[in-house]
């Protein structure tokens, strides 16, 4: 068992699982149906993503591992994922400001996870990299449209990338278990891709009319298993049945 490639899948997966928790947060809950069932549909994609890495982590795992005991069975410092995932839906903004700056980096990521010489994370990044080219185009679309929109929206989507921005630049550290996969050619060297998001982000916010923030500090953790104080309320209700109810199957 390759411990390392473990923890590297898991500091990719964990995102897409949180991610998609918190949008499904939100079903019934959109400004309009069209952005409601939106919303909803990336919030299953992130989570079809999510089941082909714990399967491979299952598989190599072995024993009695399955995705679902990889999911719902960890507790929360055995999750890598980001701070910025992890955020509230306080509005509509903040829910758009998010998904918008980890839907720029997952796509540069996943461009690059398909020349990975691990045969099953290059076809999961081919099979994804569609799915998340479409969350891309939505959410910097929404971006522009609230940015240079009312007064109102344009000053909320601004708070909302203010606040979110202190968690970006997690984005680009890398973990033990990063710096070894990318030295066997199995992972993305994320440091490479930190220009480039941020090139890529002003242009969008330019377009939108929105000031790029200028913070003195950002936050880091997640990607070591410190969370903040919401992910533990995350976990709650995503694994509630699972502990509940022990092996329960359909």
Known sequence: MNNNLIQ??????????????RLGE?????PSLETDIAMTNISLDLLGQVRSYYQY???????????????FLRVENQYLNTLLVEQ????????????????????????????SKDETLSAIAKKSIKE???????????????GDGTEESHNKIQTAINDLWIFTDELFYQTNADKAMVAEGIGVDVTLLKSDYYKKVSEILDEA????????????????GIHSEHMGYILT?????????????W
């Open 26 to 30: 939100l079903c019934g809950h959109g």
């Open 88 to 115: 509230p839906n306080t509005d509509f903004a903040y829910t758009i400001a998010r998904q918008f700056l980890w839907d720029v980096f997952y796509l540069l990521l996943l461009e690059e996870l398909q020349n």
């Open 209 to 224: 009319t929105l000031q790029v923030p200028q913070v003195e500090y950002f936050q880091k953790g997640g990607k070591q």
């Open 57 to 71: 982590v299952a598989q190599l795992q072995g024993g009695d591992a399955t995705e679902d005991t990889v999911a």
């Open 237 to 249: 209700e995503l694994q509630y049945m699972q502990r509940t109810y022990p092996n329960m199957t």
């Open 132 to 146: 998340v080219l479409y969350h891309n185009r939505f959410s910097s679309d929404w971006i522009r449209r609230l």
């Open 8 to 21: 590297y899948i898991y500091g990719i997966a964990d995102n897409s699982l949180i991610l998609g928790q």
